[in-house]
């Protein structure tokens, strides 16, 4: 079973920030929260991860929070393009990655 | 760069019939992974290589299914007798090194079993 908690979907205007939350209460030290999308009809791409602190790219930021439960991903200025399924995924690197159902994410014109 | 691809993209099989699925990942890539997604479902793990070494086959759903990769770089699934159960979307994804995190997911596979 996955490890993480999703709202199954969120709206976000285009050009806002979407903020993606996700629990992971059960996290132990060594594993990372990593994000991925899945666009309709194509494989999931690889978003970020990361441990204990935040990280950006050129994609989105990646809040975790300092007791490591939950964590935020964050879309700066969300476009159409961004519409997606977005998977919150919590693995250590040895392990296979899970993925649960993801948070539908609807960018709204 | 090249991403991961896979062929064929569609493929409809009658019942009971093998059928081969082939992905080509990422040069250099040493890790490759097979997932099962159905409709409206997240992907499920079927198996995991590292190099030529099939590591984790714990996700694969049955004996009629076997994965290979015998040189280390392009994976072949073969799902033998293939029953409409069978029939979603197979996706191969590689990574680097050894870290299974961060995959590359190539376009999948649809598979329709009649």
């Known amino acids: 079973d996955a490890k993480t908690t999703q709202p199954p979907s969120m709206d976000c205007a285009e050009g806002r920030a979407a903020n993606l939350p996700c629990n992971h209460s059960?996290?132990?030290?060594?594993?990372?929260v990593y994000w991925y999308r899945q666009i309709h009809s194509q494989g999931p791409q690889y978003i970020i991860h990361?441990?204990?602190n935040n990280e950006t790219n050129e994609m989105a930021s990646l809040i975790i929070t300092e007791d490591r439960k939950s964590s935020t991903l964050i879309l700066p200025h969300a476009t159409l393009r961004d519409t997606a399924v977005y998977y919150c995924?919590?693995?250590?690197?040895?392990?296979?990655?899970?993925f649960g159902k993801g948070t539908r994410l609807h960018i709204l014109p | 760069g090249a991403g991961v691809s896979q062929s064929p993209r569609y493929k409809v099989a009658k019942r009971g019939q093998d059928v081969a699925l082939r992905c080509d990942p990422i040069?250099?890539?040493?890790?490759l992974f097979w997932y099962q997604q159905a409709l409206g479902q997240g992907p499920e793990f079927l198996t995991y290589?590292?190099?030529?070494?099939?590591?984790?086959k714990s996700g694969l759903p049955s004996d009629r299914f076997f994965a290979e990769r015998p040189e280390g770089s392009v994976s072949t699934l073969k799902i033998q007798r293939t029953q409409q159960e069978d029939s979603a979307v197979y996706l191969c994804?590689?990574?680097?090194?050894?870290?299974?995190?961060?995959?590359?997911f190539g376009p999948g596979t649809r598979l329709t079993v009649t």
């Open positions: 290589f590292q190099n030529e070494a099939q590591l984790d």
């Open positions: 059960t996290i132990s030290g060594n594993e990372y």
């Open positions: 994804a590689s990574s680097l090194l050894f870290d299974r995190g961060e995959q590359y």
């Open positions: 995924i919590v693995n250590g690197r040895d392990d296979k990655i899970i």
């Open positions: 040069s250099g890539h040493v890790s």
């Open positions: 990361g441990l204990k």
